[in-house]
């Protein structure tokens, strides 16, 4: 430290000219060592002695406008703090934003030569939408091709891995299962530690890489962290590499809770003809061009077909293509981005137009002292120094208020942002974003200071000081000019920041058919037993169990539910859509499904396994068009090859998600016979989530060794999928408050301006009989004038811009009048209340105090 | 009655030189400063000190040398100030032409007060 405080008194020692620098560097030294001051005192001190010194011995009036315009702004401290926030909004929080979006739209992919990786996917006769899979000796052909480097597979599955064999309730670690050859077709090495090899895929080792953040987090950046053992379901995964920072697997780009990845066998040794794979990313060969891959592949494809069984008549055959893995993942994302960076560049458009607003009101409130310093001698070009001085204070403090405006609002940023594009957000700032923006804005802020001091000196200094200028009508038509510019803008974001809330809003408090608040899905994977009653009966037991545990709440289902939007099996036969549900005793109950009609399926019609069955409102209204939900209670619902059900109720349709609607669904008992596994989910009375640990611990005492068990929310489940509403929402409001804020700013300044301007109008207007309330208006309309030109000019282009925004949006027209009209309307309110302040100053003239200045 | 003299001193420039002229050889920044708070009740800021000593530098009524460094570990020179004659005069016609301003007025001829 006292390296460093000497270090720093001998720099600050360069602030004195030459010719005292020794004089004040021995009489500090003297006083700091009878008073026993350090390095850093004396350091200040000859900061200020030189700040002194510089104007008088070099005549350095640089020193000298420095001092004056920090003066000078602190005298006028609202206009001072208003063009800082001012500069610091619209730079930090759209620094944050740019940086962001620049990284998702303009930056390359992370790997080695980006250009040169695909990936390959198989599509039906809907050409658009690919498959999840496709044929894995396609995958293992296409390693062999001539422009193909290689090909891996990656991120289709992901298992919970623990550090103990049993886990307890600590999170768990995600990892993304991956071929061998992952890292190398990428491009990308380890961090420490090995790659993946193909021994480990061959010997069916069970091998892992984790991530370099969750290497730092989770494991505090432990030497020892190679050879460290993962469990899942009992079997140990050994840690043989950390990946690099930031690492983003090419295929979990829109699954960001990856860990790491995981080696468990070869994949592309298909074990049988008919088996499938995930989508491979393959690397071309350098200086070949996607057409000419794809050429290969499609004869490969012909060729492989051949020993393929044919197509039942009339079905086309699919087909395999190559498409560029940075348009694959980023391509649908584009519009998205372009709205974000849209709405950013519109909050920066007005700050920049605010700043000059401000700039201007102030240089041309300063006339009169400009007009009084050209009197004394002073040159125009001094005027221009100082105004640029005083800009570039504003911009220096702007920008240091910026960097704590970018710090809050990247931390906010990484809260609400989507999960696909969180690992972009936060932390990193391009500092060629922070550049282009401070040039911007500092431009825009110079050229508004300088304007008055170059108009100066065509000035009539005579003419200024008496208070008799020219037409004031031409003074404000600047800021007016900007004011609309503003205003419109304004009307932009916040009719977005409208629609976007009340769509969120919307789905918010859509009925989803059942009630999440509360609900847990517990997963029981038991060791399977051969005799299918014997299976089933086991299952029976552990809902006992939980009941033990959590109360009377639990039931079972033998399959998936309809809100995680699966389809097990057919309605009934014959039937073109529709699915069937088989559930345990008081499952709907539980759910808290609403009923229309009728009833839910008893208990004891469960344990006697009877032919009943509810339905939901849409499989009433494909079953029985003409019918009412109440007129289908009591019907028998015939399947063919099975006794009919009969109808005991009808429940509300149970959506997969806000924006899902409901399929047509029957649900009936538990049946012994017709299951593979059976999965429970309970309500909690205090609503908490159940323990882990402690209802593993209930099942194994009653006499069970459970492969895994997990416990999922459900409302943490439905809450994640309105993550990209939630962005949305919070985007457009937060840009369309500061917008406003902004625009308040702006307008408050040049009302302001305006009343100082025409104080002698003012007095005139009071001594001819106008009164203060007749004054204020007269304050308010004017300056509330081009805020509503704006709010209606901006009112048509959102109208015509809502179709861009409207893709965006559920249940919510983004070109509603009404919504658009009620925005205009909070706009100039806003902007009247703005105007009020200068207004009833305006108010208080005193005719007499004005006339007489004359 | 001499001549009306227009090169009177300001009010920091007569402190300034009355602490060289009381200080002697001694007179240097620091001790100046110290002794014009405590007798005057003036207290100079150290740029003001500097700016001061560089003008009445420049107009000739002082001037500096550099003492040897101080006897101490990294000890630094210290720089003196001392009068010269044009400062003494300036300051002689400074100071009388208080006093003959102030001629008949209770600063020059203090009333005694009836008890």
Known sequence: MRSLARAFSALALRCVPREWRDTVAGDLDDEALRSGRSGWWIGCQAIAAGMRLRPVVNGDVMWTDLRYAVRSLLQARWFAIGAVLTFALGIGVNVAVFSAVDRMMFRALPYDHPERLVVMREFGAQPVQAYGTLPATYVAEARRLDAVVDASMSGWNSLNFTLEPEPGDDAAFSLSQATFNTLSVLGVRPWSGRDFMEADARAENRVALISYEVWKSRFAGRQDILGLQLWNARKSTVIVGVLPPQFINATSFLNPKSDGLYLEFDLFAPTSPRERAVPPTVRLKPGVTIEVAQAQVEAMVSRLRQTEPALPPGRLPSAIRLTSLDELLFAKYNPYLWLVMSASALVFLVACANLSSLMMVRGRSRERQFAVHLALGASRGRLIRRALVEALCLAGAGGAVAVVVLALSGSALARVIPPVFSRYAAGLVDLRVVIALAGCAVAGAVVAAIGPGLRAGRVDIIATLQQQGGRTSSRRLGGRSLLLVEAVVCMLLVAGAAATARSLVGLLTVDLGYEPRALYGIGVFLPPLKDPAANFEQYMKVESVLRSVLGSSVASSSNALPMDGSRPEQLVEGLASGSRYRVGAGLLNTLGARVIAGRLIRPDEVAARARVGVLNKSAVSLIWPDLTPQQAVGRLLESKGEAPFEIVGVVADMRDGPRGSGHEALFVPLDATKFRFVSYVARTADGKKPSLVAVRRQIKAAGFEPRSVSIGDFAVTQSNSLRDDRFRAALFMTFGVIALALAVVGLFSVASFEVALRRREMGVRVALGATPMALSMLVVREAVRPVMLGAALGLLLAFWAGKFLQSFLTGVDARDPGTLIIVAGVLILTSSCAAWIPARRAARTDPATVLRAD | ?115
């Open chain 2, 1 to 115: 009655m001499s001549p009306a003299n227009t090169s009177l001193l300001g009010e920091v420039e007569q402190l300034v030189l009355l602490s060289v002229l009381r200080l002697g050889d001694d007179a240097y920044a620091v001790p100046m400063r110290e002794l014009i708070a405590a007798e005057a009740g003036v207290s100079l800021s150290r740029g003001t000190m500097y700016v001061t000593l560089e003008r009445l530098e420049r107009k000739g009524f002082v001037t500096s040398w550099f003492s040897d460094p101080q006897a101490v570990r990294g000890g630094k020179a210290r720089r003196h100030f001392r009068l010269k004659v044009p400062g003494l005069a300036v300051l002689k016609a400074s100071q009388s032409a208080v006093v003959r301003l102030s001629r008949g007025t209770a600063l020059a001829h203090p009333v005694r007060s009836a008890r």
